[in-house]
């Protein structure tokens, strides 16, 4: 949820009981706005919260103009010091693929996975059990970006393409009617698009190309239980 | 100058074209005078021959404008006409000549005033411009003010359209009643152009064939690009955006949008609207305040006590936590628990929670009925129950009859279905509160059945979502044993059982207790308030999970929290299964579950993947001194509890779900069986094949017709030996 909008943002998500505590809100309305002043964001989004055994981790994004850029991601544990987090890569997620478990809210803390590897010692090949040390930090990376390529969505028409291919904020974008708010097919992952390119001629001939550039969310495994649009305050 | 217009003339009455050449020799005539009759406020400028002609022009292209937007369709010549005006324009004119073309054309019809630049004249062809609009002088005006600051000529020239469009009323949003696009040309910048001569023919005609072009109207619908690029920048110069430039496509988008969805007029209802509409008028019933009595007394009698407890103030603290639903649904919630008071028999109610589905969600309330009030309809269900047992047994003994007459018997199965666990009694166990389910404040809560020991066992069985609709059916391997409501009350069983708890010592266990040897192994299962508790320090509840303890029994792995042997039969059933109860080989000494008892501390908590299964907060470190101790399950995720001095609460908001670090795998269905043994009483063998059939139906073909060949053979040689 942007900074700006974050109050609201945050009554509008509070069906599902997750929500923020005073303090923190207050906090976070200030720190952010220092976020975005220092690191000369665009835009600075409360990207939420992941919940540890000891301490949670508040997590924020910032924006560059190019919407779809990649974005930094940010972290902090009181709300109020955010330390910015390396990018992801596809070796951290296969590396962290492996720890289970709840995030214990130390990001020093190792977790430590014993591996059989084989090693080669001139001509013996002998397996070797390798105790793997994988931080925290990087766990809590890969999952951000897993998540975010997963269930990030955003509404058509909320971002458009340029024709010198940057994507910027739609500001004359007013929300979607009721109508349109039902339906899959008005929300787009908020990602590279990955379909994109398997549609058929037909299909794409109706698409506008200022507007429909992401994948949108009709089309996602499993059918029937990945996406549901529910309306008012029935979530 | 006083050229006669310079294209052919096709069509007969060319009204517009007697008109400019009135108006040119006239013009030729009041050369360096604007007509004294134009009122005040308008710049006299010095004509020209260009502005003659252009004027004319424009006369014509204003009458035509005029004409079109009553509908008549353009001539080739007045299309031309038009065009050769713009195109003048945009060759270049003058600022001031411009304007002195503009009022000139309002030249009144000559048939009506004899000629003249006047201003009633001027007056009457505004007003036929207008259908009758009543500012003429403010349309005069502006069409002086309009033209001059420009900053492109087309700009210009569609502004003048827009003007005529406005006032052709043929636009509803575009109506030129907005003062700002009249008088405030000043913030348009300033044109200035250079004159030219604008050639006939060639240039004439590649306008009239630009302007045709324009003009077409789209395939989809009526709408021409002419007409269209018009309504966008008059829209665009209504609203003013900062840097129109970079949202052009946007607006392009929104002005096509909104030619086709025209706002419905307000005597008509929006149908989008009506979903909204209903749910604020069924949440609306819960704000009224029930009853008729008079109001002091009515107040007095609800201040006193009553079972719905605050909830704004539980609400309060778990938002110190984090944990919650926004104030006003939090209200919402305990308008209609009110509700829900009024309407059942309740003598003490909580809120326990909200369960989130994939199409709605369930609040629940957790409530205990009144003395005697509830059994009634327990025992309805169980009679019922009962009835039917009777029966079936009773068509099972006419089967067994039946079945002996007849000879070939099928052979019995030795299999029986394992004992039903009954279930346990109101009020106590699993089923010591009744719950209540709404899926949003306001609408009627339904009452989940009691549940029972093969539900609990199932639902650990299975992961599903809860949809959100009571009556609809769980699929699953293991098949769960009824719909939504069973499954759901299984799982706020096994969610209270677990993840109720609250601070050691405000429960206590009740003084009377009888032969500790036979409590001791079921359990106690009473507790009551401590009055004298006082309240654990903040701090201390968060350091230790000694200090809070469960106060909701255990469930067995049998499904119900007190112990049951499956195997002792009930009086009932023992008449009915004398026969097959010889035939059972033995009874199976079944072992007593026990769990851990009541009022045990979280520290004694099983561990999962070496973690803590709970995990403890203070609300807020800034403040320590006001903080609430906060609990959050590991376990389940979304079950807080919270505790401050005197007071605690528990909550749930969450899926309904166990915590597991495995990705959920439902059980594989059940091992094959095995196939019946073949011994020396039966053997089981293949059947013989069409090819192998059919060979001994040959074979024996064969036999019989050498058979019947020896028998000929025979009575041949009987016959021959008869005859010799």
Redesign the interface.
């Known amino acids: 949820m942007d900074a700006e909008s974050l109050l609201l943002s945050l009554?509008l998500a509070?069906?599902?009981?997750?929500?923020?505590?005073?303090?923190?809100r207050a906090s976070l309305l200030t720190s952010l706005m220092l976020v975005k002043r220092d690191y000369r964001y665009d835009r600075v989004l409360f990207w939420g919260r992941i919940?540890g055994?000891v301490a949670d981790y508040y997590i924020a994004q910032g924006l560059s103009e190019d919407q779809l850029a990649p974005r930094k991601t940010l972290y902090s544990l009181?709300c109020m010091e955010w330390s910015l987090l390396p990018p992801a890569t596809d070796e951290m997620m296969v590396q962290t693929s492996v720890v289970?478990?709840?995030f214990t809210g130390d990001p020093s803390h190792e977790y430590e996975h014993t591996e059989l590897q084989k090693v080669n010692d001139g001509e013996k090949v002998f397996e070797e059990e390798v105790v793997v040390q994988i931080k925290e930090e990087t766990r809590l990376v890969s999952i951000i970006d897993q998540i975010d390529k997963a269930v990030s969505v955003i509404p058509r028409g909320a971002l458009?393409k340029?024709p010198f291919g940057p994507v910027?904020v739609?500001?004359?974008?007013e929300g979607l009617?009721?109508?349109q708010a039902k339906k899959l097919s008005s929300y787009f992952h908020f990602r590279e698009p990955v379909e994109l390119k398997n549609k058929t001629l037909l299909e794409k001939a109706d698409l506008d190309p200022?507007l429909d550039f992401l994948d949108s969310l009709e089309h996602d495994i499993p059918k029937g239980?990945g996406w549901?649009a529910?309306?008012?305050?029935?979530? | 100058m006083g050229d006669p217009p310079p294209a052919p003339d096709p069509s007969a009455p060319q009204p517009s074209s007697r008109r400019s050449s009135q108006v040119s020799e006239q013009r030729s005539q009041e050369r360096a005078q604007l007509p004294p009759a134009v009122p005040d406020g308008v710049q006299q400028m010095p004509l020209d021959a260009q502005v003659l002609r252009s004027s004319q022009e424009i006369l014509e292209s204003q009458a035509n404008l005029q004409s079109w937007s009553q509908g008549a369709s353009l001539s080739p010549y007045e299309q031309l006409a038009m065009f050769q005006a713009e195109e003048a324009q945009l060759g270049g004119m003058e600022y001031p000549s411009l304007n002195t073309g503009f009022p000139s054309e309002f030249l009144p019809q000559p048939y009506l005033d004899g000629g003249g630049i006047q201003v009633p004249g001027n007056a009457s062809l505004m007003q036929q411009l207008q259908h009758g609009r009543g500012n003429v002088f403010q349309e005069l005006e502006s069409a002086y003010q309009e033209p001059r600051p420009d900053l492109l000529g087309q700009f210009s020239m569609y502004q003048r359209e827009d003007l005529q469009f406005s006032a052709s009323a043929q636009h509803g949003p575009y109506m030129s009643d907005d003062p700002a696009l009249q008088f405030s040309p000043s913030e348009l910048g300033f044109m200035s152009f250079s004159m030219q001569v604008p050639e006939p023919e060639p240039r004439e005609l590649a306008v009239q064939n630009a302007k045709a072009y324009l003009l077409q109207t789209s395939v989809n619908c009526n709408l021409s690009l002419y007409e269209h690029l018009v309504n966008l920048l008059t829209k665009i110069l209504n609203q003013r955006p900062e840097d129109p430039l970079s949202i052009l496509e946007s607006l392009n988008r929104t002005a096509q949008w909104e030619w086709f969805h025209p706002k419905l007029d307000t005597l008509r209802d929006d149908p989008e609207m009506q979903l909204t509409y209903e749910m604020a008028e069924r949440q609306k019933a819960l704000f009224v305040r029930g009853g008729s009595g008079e109001g002091e007394q009515d107040m007095e009698e609800e201040v006193t006590e009553t079972a719905v407890p605050n909830i704004m103030e539980t609400a309060f603290y778990f938002e110190q936590a984090g944990v919650g639903l926004s104030s006003d649904e939090s209200f919402r919630i305990f308008v209609a628990l009110k509700q829900l008071v009024e309407q059942q028999p309740i003598r003490t109610c909580r809120f326990w929670g909200k369960i989130l589905g994939l199409s709605g969600s369930y609040l629940v309330a957790e409530v205990e009925f009144r003395e005697g009030e509830e059994e009634v309809e327990e025992e309805e269900v169980e009679e019922l129950t009962e009835g039917g047992e009777a029966t079936e047994a009773h068509g099972e003994e006419e089967g067994e009859e039946d079945e002996e007459k007849v000879t070939d018997v099928i052979p019995k199965p030795t299999w029986k279905p394992p004992p039903v666990i009954p279930k346990e009694e109101s009020r106590s166990g699993t089923n010591k509160f009744l719950y209540f389910v709404c899926n949003e404040p306001g609408r009627p809560w339904t009452r989940l059945p009691h549940v029972t020991p093969a539900q609990i066992v199932h639902a650990r069985k299975i992961k599903k979502f809860f949809t959100g609709r009571l009556d609809a059916p769980v699929i699953s391997y293991p098949p769960f044993p009824g719909n939504e409501a069973n499954y759901l009350r299984a799982q706020i069983a096994r969610i209270s059982a677990a993840t109720h708890i609250s601070p050691l010592g405000f429960y206590q266990f009740g003084e009377e207790e009888g032969d500790e040897e036979e409590e001791g192994r079921a359990g106690r299962d009473t507790y009551e308030e401590n009055a004298d508790f006082e309240g654990i320090p903040v701090l201390e509840l968060v350091d230790s999970l000694a200090n809070w303890v469960h106060h909701r029994q255990h469930i067995l792995p049998q499904g119900r929290c007190t112990w049951v042997n499956p195997l002792q039969k009930t009086e009932e059933e023992e008449e009915l299964g004398e026969e097959e109860e010889k035939a059972d080989e033995g009874v199976e000494e079944v072992e007593q579950e026990i769990g851990p008892p009541l009022l045990t501390p979280l520290s004694e908590d099983a561990e999962i993947l070496h973690t803590s299964p709970w995990t403890t907060r203070l609300s807020c470190s800034l403040c320590p001194q006001y903080s609430v101790a906060v609990v959050r399950s590991n376990l389940w995720p979304g079950a807080y509890a919270y505790a401050i001095g005197k007071k605690f609460e528990n909550i749930y908001i969450g899926w309904g779900h166990k915590y597991s670090p495995e990705n959920f795998n439902p059980s594989l269905p059940g091992p094959i069986q095995h196939e019946y043994p073949s011994g020396p009483e039966i053997m089981e063998m293949s059947d013989p094949t069409v090819e192998e059939e059919q060979a001994l139906k040959a074979a024996q073909e064969h036999a019989l017709a050498t058979a019947e060949e020896e028998e000929e053979e025979e009575d041949e040689d009987e016959d021959e030996d008869a005859d010799d």
């Open positions: 009554e509070s069906g599902s009981g997750q929500g923020l505590s005073p303090d923190r919940l055994l009181n289970k478990g709840r458009f340029t910027h739609n500001r004359t974008f009617s009721l109508s200022s239980c549901t529910l309306l008012g305050a029935d979530f």
